[in-house]
């Protein structure tokens, strides 16, 4: 199918990371349908339809663990097909509509989340973070602007170190952040973190089981926190649930170029050693046991209540899904 170059370039961008978190390439992918269904040539409701369809379709395949770029895709398609009305205009402006809404909808359950996020940062204590987690970060602000006296450890997050901008960011709005090596963090947990203290991250996608999967590393740093009893809270809206995961089907782990490992900082292998290979998984599971809550726009809930809240608003009772 011809793609537009602003497509094309918005999903270079989210396949290279040049947009990261998971809000931010569901936002750009929306945009990417929306720039496709406007340049749409279709005269009648079928054929519009069916070019949305294909959009929607190349447009998911950016990146594999990202049900909320799904969900988004899914929700404005199946918003904009309900309208009864087979006038092509009207339904690109449908579309057009459709989009705005779910990035009006994205502002208020971030801001849900930084609300009900700030109350568990500990006044006088550390927080853990690592990655970046345009949701953690919204979290962290607010409850500086609300004068709660804490610092931050980030993990700078190998091998694209998005925690640098999580760093970057927090330090820039006044927030006391120190960028750590992602294997000092057990250290942290054990050296500067009280029992009250707490490790935030976000997710990029909630099986049914209530299990978190999120950037490389994070399962290790819960793990640690466990074994050290400090919480771990997930900042993320119930749009991360993954619905396909109620059937049984795995949530995929994303594999990415060895080039991001093979070729970073000074050591740059332009050509292989026959022995050598690259394992470059870009998230890991993080088992529902090792979450104390997750952090969403319904509230602070523990895994279980968070997948029952999600059965709920799917209209599926417990029964239909066992």
Same mark, same amino acid.
């Given at each position: 199918?011809?793609?537009?170059?602003?497509?094309?370039?918005?999903?270079d961008?989210?396949?290279? +990371?040049?947009?990261?978190?998971?809000?931010?390439?569901?936002?750009?992918?929306?945009?990417?349908?929306?720039?496709?269904?406007?340049a749409?040539?279709?005269?009648?409701?079928?054929?519009?339809?069916?070019?949305?369809?294909?959009?929607a +379709?190349y +447009?998911?395949?950016?990146?594999?663990?990202?049900?909320?770029?799904?969900?988004?895709?899914?929700?404005v398609?199946?918003?904009?097909?309900k309208?009864?009305? $087979?006038?092509?205009?009207?339904?690109?402006?449908?579309l057009d509509?459709?989009v705005?809404?779910?990035?009006?909808?994205?502002?208020?359950?971030?801001?849900k989340?930084?609300?009900?996020?700030?109350?568990?940062?500990?006044?006088?204590?550390?927080v853990?973070?690592?990655?970046?987690?345009?949701?953690?970060?919204?979290?962290?602000?607010?409850? %500086?602007?609300?004068?709660?006296? %804490?610092?931050?450890?980030?993990?700078?997050?190998?091998?694209?170190?998005?925690?640098?901008?999580?760093?970057?960011q927090?330090?820039?709005?006044?927030?006391?952040?120190?960028?750590?090596?992602?294997?000092?963090?057990?250290?942290?947990l054990?050296?500067f973190?009280?029992?009250?203290?707490?490790v935030?991250?976000?997710?990029?996608?909630?099986?049914?089981?209530?299990?978190?999967?999120?950037?490389?590393g994070?399962?290790?740093?819960?793990?640690?926190?466990?074994?050290?009893?400090?919480?771990?809270?997930?900042?993320?809206?119930?749009?991360?649930?993954?619905?396909?995961?109620?059937?049984?089907?795995?949530?995929p782990?994303?594999e990415? $170029?060895?080039s991001?490992v093979a070729?970073?900082?000074?050591?740059?292998?332009?050509?292989?050693?026959?022995?050598?290979?690259?394992?470059?998984?870009? %998230?890991?599971?993080?088992?529902?046991?090792?979450?104390?809550? %997750?952090?969403?726009?319904?509230?602070?809930?523990?895994?279980?209540?968070?997948v029952?809240?999600?059965?709920?608003?799917?209209?599926l009772?417990?029964?239909q899904?066992?």
């Amino acid at each position: 199918m011809a793609v537009q170059a602003k497509t094309k370039k918005i999903y270079d961008d989210i396949r290279t +990371l040049r947009i990261q978190g998971a809000d931010e390439a569901a936002a750009a992918a929306l945009e990417a349908l929306r720039i496709e269904g406007l340049a749409s040539k279709a005269r009648n409701r079928k054929d519009f339809f069916s070019d949305l369809r294909a959009s929607a +379709l190349y +447009l998911k395949t950016v990146r594999p663990t990202e049900p909320e770029l799904r969900n988004a895709l899914r929700l404005v398609f199946t918003a904009v097909h309900k309208s009864p009305s $087979d006038d092509v205009a009207e339904l690109k402006h449908g579309l057009d509509k459709q989009v705005e809404k779910y990035e009006e909808n994205l502002k208020k359950v971030r801001g849900k989340i930084a609300e009900y996020g700030a109350r568990l940062v500990p006044d006088g204590g550390t927080v853990l973070v690592h990655c970046h987690s345009g949701s953690v970060v919204a979290v962290l602000k607010k409850a %500086f602007d609300e004068e709660i006296d %804490f610092k931050v450890f980030a993990c700078e997050t190998r091998p694209l170190y998005q925690g640098r901008k999580t760093a970057r960011q927090l330090s820039e709005y006044g927030i006391p952040t120190t960028l750590v090596v992602d294997s000092a963090a057990r250290l942290v947990l054990t050296r500067f973190m009280r029992d009250s203290d707490v490790v935030l991250v976000g997710a990029d996608a909630i099986t049914s089981e209530g299990d978190l999967v999120n950037k490389i590393g994070t399962s290790q740093v819960a793990l640690s926190a466990f074994e050290h009893e400090k919480h771990v809270y997930s900042c993320a809206g119930t749009h991360k649930f993954d619905p396909l995961t109620l059937w049984g089907s795995g949530e995929p782990i994303e594999e990415r $170029d060895s080039s991001e490992v093979a070729v970073s900082g000074d050591f740059k292998l332009k050509k292989f050693p026959k022995a050598l290979h690259v394992f470059n998984p870009a %998230f890991d599971v993080t088992e529902a046991k090792y979450v104390n809550a %997750f952090v969403t726009e319904l509230g602070v809930l523990p895994p279980q209540s968070l997948v029952m809240a999600v059965w709920k608003e799917l209209g599926l009772s417990e029964k239909q899904l066992i």
